[in-house]
């Protein structure tokens, strides 16, 4: 989901690691509950695109 304040649809599968990465890190350091929420689901989306992104590559990877 996009809201305009950032285009996440040009990350690389790399940058997209770094931001799982960074996410769960930092859902481990908050103490904030709420916070802790939010962040989960952003990892949640950030996931979903990962696995989007190797799925469409594994598909042209067969077509190939």
């Known amino acids: 989901m996009n809201y305009g304040t950032a285009d996440i649809s ?6 997209l690691c770094d931001q799982c990465r960074a996410l769960a ?3 481990t350091e908050l103490t904030d ?3 802790r929420d939010i ?11 990962l ?5 469409s590559e594994e598909v ?3 077509l190939a």
């Open 25 to 27: 890190f930092a859902i």
């Open 51 to 55: 696995s989007l992104r190797f799925e």
């Open 33 to 35: 509950p709420i916070a």
């Open 60 to 62: 042209v990877l067969e």
């Open 10 to 15: 040009t990350l690389d599968i790399n940058e």
């Open 39 to 49: 962040m989960t689901w952003i990892l949640v989306e950030r996931v979903d695109m």
